[in-house]
């Protein structure tokens, strides 16, 4: 892989901010979009913009194939069994919480439990929450060793037989974590419950295989992952699809409408309410293709790497507080950290004085942080157009953070 | 270490502020108090403050933040003690519109607070700046 050659291909990389050359490392929050990417929408809206899946013209019938022709390279970009087990949509919020709305208000009594994890993004918290507390259900979490890891032993003692849904990040957006989905899904099982996965900064950066995970159900966005905003996946096995009931209705997804009750189309078209999200969902497939020809495989290889090239050389700067995995452990391509005593928006501003973008905050994971006993990190993420160059430039960018504080302090 | 445009928002006074707040702590129950958060960055504040015969007597404040949001509250903190409510309101909307590059009245002393004149240039950092004022006026406006 040539991160170098594959930057090409980014047009929004290529300039200057505030007078250096970008280097863009907040990739967990989104991703850039390449060339291949911005020309599908272009085409898409310039040669046969068409409402999908009615009427009978031209430019109708290419939207429509274009439109289930993303949703076939979905479903082998994820190994699903059939397309059916594909729903769009607008990402991995939606699809989280639709799950939550739909299958977990079906399947979630008073009493029972669902179980998450201390690292979740607030997308795969407040959903769970909420359910808990429309049901009287308990909301767990499982707790979290130094390094960010979570412990198969505790995993086996929080589920269950009460407990009717685990909903775990594969890949956790702060501390790079990489959580062990397959073993978990089979404790799920043996108690019972469903497994669902946030696959939201996992689809970008490694292979993702639903029938060897086993998982029930999986969502992730496009934006991150190099397609555009506003399209995401909610992946659930055919048994559960199918029985579950829609959460939005309207168009689309109706079969046949009376005065007082209707009938829903067949799967997937049931939960895609409305004129659905043509132009993203095409920009997807475009962006699945961009990252089949590179290969998620030697994606995930390449940003262990890289990450494993920032630690060595980002934990040589005196003061420096890096979280999640030891150095030596497997992470995804992230590294969140503290520099001294000095506030992660001051660092983030500094940087960005230097053209270099990082996220400053609590990243969506407020009860993470609460366990990090931080109110608030830097982040560096990674992606397949980075290379050592741009940690280069952000480990003298940290020494000049922290020189700068030095000399005002 | 020269950093022109950074040296505009991170002037020495305000490091001094974040350095050595001044009024931090908090007052005894009983006084007005306000809890604020910036939900998207986590930065927070906890606001007290003691209102006789219509002036601010004393006010104090703690709170999680960058530089910028904790020198801010500390200058405002600063400039509000002895002052009327409604001259302290009358700051605070100046101060929002410095925060905003708009023209403001000069008829007040601002002291330190001027300083933070180049935050207006960081339009991500205005809203750690405008924090401790936003729960400085919520807490007087409601005893107008």
């Not at chain 1, 499982?142 to 505790?154: A, C, I, T």
């Not at chain 2, 607070?113 to 991500?124: M, N, W």
Request: charged content about 25%.
């Amino acid at each position: 892989m040539n991160a170098l050659e594959i930057k090409k291909y980014f047009p929004i990389l290529d300039q200057e901010v505030n007078g250096h050359p970008l280097v863009y490392l907040d990739n967990a929050a989104t991703s850039q979009k390449p060339v291949q990417v911005i020309e599908a929408l272009d085409k898409y809206y310039r040669e046969y913009n068409s409402n999908v899946h009615r009427g009978v013209h031209t430019l109708g019938n290419r939207a429509t194939d274009a439109y289930e022709g993303a949703r076939d390279k979905v479903r082998k970009f994820i190994h699903a069994k059939a397309r059916e087990e594909i729903v769009f949509t607008r990402g991995t919020t939606t699809a989280l919480n639709t799950i939550a709305q739909s299958y977990g208000r079906a399947n979630v009594n008073e009493g029972d439990e669902i179980v998450i994890t201390y690292m979740e993004h607030h997308s795969n918290i407040i959903p769970w929450q909420q359910l808990a507390k429309e049901k009287g259900a308990v909301l767990k979490y499982l707790p979290l060793q130094e390094n960010g890891s979570v412990l198969l032993e505790d995993a086996r003692e929080m589920i269950t037989e009460k407990t009717k849904i685990v909903s775990i990040m594969m890949v956790s957006n702060v501390l790079g974590t990489i959580n062990p989905i397959k073993e978990i899904a089979e404790i799920a099982h043996q108690k019972g419950a469903v497994m669902v996965v946030d696959g939201a900064q996992t689809a970008p950066h490694m292979k993702i295989d639903v029938q060897d995970l086993n998982c029930d159900f999986l969502a992730f966005s496009g934006h991150k992952m190099c397609g555009p905003t506003g399209i995401g996946v909610m992946y659930g096995k055919k048994e559960h699809l199918e029985k579950m009931e829609p959460i939005e209705f309207g168009g689309e997804m109706i079969d046949f409408v009376g005065l007082y009750d209707s009938t829903w189309k067949e799967l997937p078209w049931k939960f895609e309410g409305g004129t659905p999200i043509i132009a993203g969902a095409i920009g997807l497939g475009a962006a699945i293709d961009f990252l089949e020809e590179i290969g998620l495989d030697e994606i995930e290889q390449y940003e262990h790497r890289l990450a494993d090239y920032a630690m060595e050389k980002m934990s040589t700067i005196e003061g420096m507080t890096i979280y999640g995995p030891l150095a030596g452990e497997k992470r995804a391509g992230l590294v969140t950290f503290n520099l001294g005593d000095v506030h992660p928006h001051d660092v983030a501003t500094v940087l960005d004085a230097e053209g270099i973008a990082v996220r400053a905050g609590h990243h969506c994971a407020q009860p993470l942080m609460k366990w990090l006993n931080c109110s608030a990190t830097a982040r560096a993420s990674f992606y397949v157009y980075n290379s050592e160059e741009d940690i280069d430039r952000l480990v003298q960018g940290l020494v000049k953070t922290k020189e700068y504080f030095s000399d005002v302090f | 270490m020269s950093f022109n445009n950074l040296d505009q928002l991170y002037r020495q006074v305000i490091m001094d502020h974040y350095k050595n707040p001044r009024n931090k702590g908090q007052l005894d129950e009983g006084s007005l108090t306000i809890d604020m958060n910036n939900p998207t960055c986590g930065d927070r504040i906890h606001l007290t403050m003691d209102v006789e015969d219509g002036k601010v007597s004393e006010a104090k404040f703690e709170g999680e933040g960058c530089s910028i949001s904790m020198a801010s509250a500390s200058m405002m903190t600063q400039a509000i003690k002895g002052k009327e409510i409604e001259t302290a309101l009358k700051m605070s909307k100046i101060f929002s519109d410095m925060m905003q590059g708009n023209d403001y009245p000069n008829d007040l002393d601002l002291g330190d607070i001027e300083a933070l004149q180049g935050v207006a240039k960081f339009p991500a950092r205005i809203k750690c700046a405008t924090l401790a004022w936003k729960a400085m006026e919520k807490g007087l406006s409601e005893q107008e």
